[in-house]
């Protein structure tokens, strides 16, 4: 048997010292190995170069002052970081916090065993008397609203309510009481003034009425702003207190009894009264868990801990697209879980034939006779307001 031998040039280096110096790190053969490399040049790689090759270009924004490069002082009052991705999904998750639209069991109120129906009847009357009342009237619908809540409703459930529809209703109130009529009309007037005419002027009123009620600036609050403005945010503070009220102190189906109590003379014309009053009752159970939904899957994010400043806009932009995504895919899922829920329990599709279980009770209380002794001062407070305040 014969076998082939191949040499190869090998490279021996001494064997480092115990106390190495600048010296000892460089081996006493580098220039022949340098000499040898240059008569047979091979391609190699560099680890620096390799990684100096690497480095992707840095892009710095300065925002400077004059022409020698030197920032400005006031480049430190500049917002960093105000709308960040962080602090929205914590807006989020604490927004839906408090029991938005669902029943609170306890602790139990007069207003838990008020009758249903009188409560739609006081829903209709708030959504009403705000716009058909002095703006006395208007503001204390809104006290009286605030004070019920907070008697009613538990100290942090009304503590977030209360705040969020008041900011919400504020920045209404001044939106559109500066902005409706807030800048002065730049018409001239088509009739002479009565001097040029040799007539009078007209005196002045007597009773100090003043259309103008306060000057901002180039912006003015007048009577018919201040109209719109105390219509428009009571009206927005009165529909979604009211409806937070009834909602957290009347359960899903009482609420439903009362709609089909109400639209049952309607079957005679074809009304679908019992599809509605199904639809109703599947709305008032799948709100509370579109905002569980969007509340778990916010935490979620947070509990992650992701470093915001490290991403860039676009890799922030697809972790929301991201979130909203899996809010629908999570509200779809139990959704077909509902519907395959109500297949097994017998239903197939006709709302007439499925029979409803309200587990409700009809009975008058003396809590129901107040409400409605109520209803009818408010009423006629109300309706007299538009003839004694004027």
């Excluded at 957290?248 to 639209?263: D, G, R, Y």
């Excluded at 077909?336 to 006709?350: K, L, T």
Aim: aromatic share 10%; hydrophobic share 45%; charged share 15%.
């Amino acid at each position: 048997m014969s076998f082939k031998f191949h040499a190869f040039a090998t490279v021996t280096f001494p064997s480092p010292s115990l106390n190495p110096t600048s010296k000892a790190l460089v081996p006493p053969n580098l220039s022949k190995l340098y000499l040898l490399n240059r008569q047979n040049p091979k391609p190699h790689l560099s680890i620096y170069k390799t990684l100096e090759s690497a480095k992707c270009p840095r892009l710095q924004i300065r925002a400077t002052a004059n022409n020698q490069g030197e920032s400005g002082n006031w480049t430190k009052w500049l917002p960093r970081g105000v709308v960040a991705a962080d602090r929205i999904l914590r807006l989020i998750s604490s927004a839906t916090s408090s029991p938005i639209s669902q029943f609170i069991s306890s602790p139990t109120t007069f207003l838990h065993s008020v009758d249903p129906r009188i409560k739609l009847v006081w829903l209709l009357a708030l959504v009403l008397l705000p716009a058909r009342s002095h703006i006395i009237m208007r503001f204390g619908l809104v006290v009286y609203l605030a004070c019920l809540s907070v008697w009613i409703l538990p100290t942090q459930v009304w503590m977030d309510q209360l705040g969020r529809v008041s900011f919400l209703s504020g920045l209404l109130f001044i939106m559109l009481g500066l902005g409706s009529d807030g800048a002065p009309p730049l018409v001239q007037l088509r009739t002479p003034p009565p001097a040029m005419m040799g007539l009078p002027n007209l005196p002045d009123s007597l009773g100090g009425y003043s259309y103008l009620v306060m000057k901002l600036g180039p912006l003015q609050l007048t009577r018919k702003g201040l109209s719109v403005a105390s219509t428009a945010a009571c009206l927005t503070f009165t529909i979604f207190q009211s409806a937070s009220l009834c909602l957290t102190t009347t359960t899903p189906e009482q609420l439903a009894s009362a709609l089909w109590w109400f639209m049952r003379p309607l079957r005679f014309i074809g009304v679908p009264v019992a599809e509605i009053t199904l639809t109703l009752l599947l709305s008032l159970r799948f709100i509370s868990l579109v905002f569980d939904e969007v509340r778990n899957v916010a935490l979620g994010i947070i509990s992650r801990r992701i470093n915001w400043q490290q991403l860039t806009t676009m890799e922030t932009i697809d972790i929301f697209f991201t979130y909203v995504r899996r809010i629908f895919k999570n509200i779809f899922s139990h959704a077909e879980q509902i519907s395959q829920a109500m297949i097994v329990r017998g239903f197939r599709g006709d709302s007439s034939t499925h029979k409803l279980y309200f587990l409700s009770d009809s009975s008058i209380g003396m809590e129901d006779v107040v409400s409605l002794l109520c209803l009818i001062g408010i009423i006629g407070a109300a309706v007299l307001s538009e003839y004694l305040l004027v």
